[in-house]
T-cell receptor, first 114, second 113 residues
């Protein structure tokens, strides 16, 4: 298995533009997580899905952020409109279940909003 | 509210020394405590994990010590090597946190040759 695949690896966009980050989880995993990593705040859980259903989105910072999981093999995180303070590394992770199982992380998308 | 507190923020150790990273948690409903290792430009990867029914778990040079009554756990890296230089995150998960994998803020470990 190729692991969790995220795209793009790097994204530079102008303030106000829409940004879409993509994630393909490991086949067979039924939980998917989106995290944001910054120096100041560390790894923050934004949202997680179980069996394609959003279970907890309390970490989504504001309405400018939205996430979807239309099927078991694909998820998107969208920011519209983007702001400079959204600049961070965004990670997608997947696991076999919501229980105590290992979460596998993708390589991340480094987002820079100028 | 930070549910998992990690210290120190950074740590410098000489090759062959012992690296110790500490974490404390608040939610008693956590029941699984993994440690993740992250190298620059990569995503975090599971290193070792422990459940609260044991006080210690060892895998090679890496050991987790767990103190349930104090709600604390720590990672010990014996015979630290330059290749161990990375950022280490403690984490916690459980039914009481709605199965959210909650991370500490990380410790940047540098092992000097």
């Amino acid at each position: 298995d190729a692991g969790v695949i995220q795209s793009p690896r790097h994204e530079v966009t102008e303030m106000g533009q829409e940004v879409t980050l993509r994630c393909k989880p490991i086949s067979g995993h039924n939980s998917l997580f989106w995290y944001r990593q910054t120096m100041m705040r560390g790894l923050e859980l934004l949202i997680y899905f179980n069996n394609n259903v959003p279970i907890d989105d309390s970490g989504m910072p504001e309405d400018r952020f939205s996430a979807k999981m239309p099927n078991a093999s694909f998820s998107t995180l969208k920011i519209q409109p983007s702001e400079p303070r959204d600049s961070a590394v965004y990670f997608c992770a997947s696991s076999l279940g919501t229980g105590n199982t290992e979460a596998f992380f993708g390589q991340g998308t480094r987002l820079t909003v100028v | 509210q930070q549910q998992v507190k990690q210290s120190p923020q950074s740590l410098i150790v000489q090759k062959g020394g012992i690296s110790i990273i500490n974490c404390a948690y608040e939610n008693t409903a956590f029941d699984y405590f993994p440690w993740y290792q992250q190298f620059p430009g990569k995503g975090p990867a599971l290193l070792i994990a422990i459940r609260p029914d044991v006080s210690e778990k060892k895998e090679g040079r890496f050991t987790i010590s767990f103190n349930k009554s104090a709600k604390q756990f720590s990672l010990h890296i014996m015979d630290s090597q330059p290749g161990d230089s990375a950022t280490y995150f403690c984490a916690a998960i459980g039914v009481g946190s709605n199965y959210k994998l909650t991370f500490g803020k990380g410790t940047l470990l540098t092992v000097n040759p």
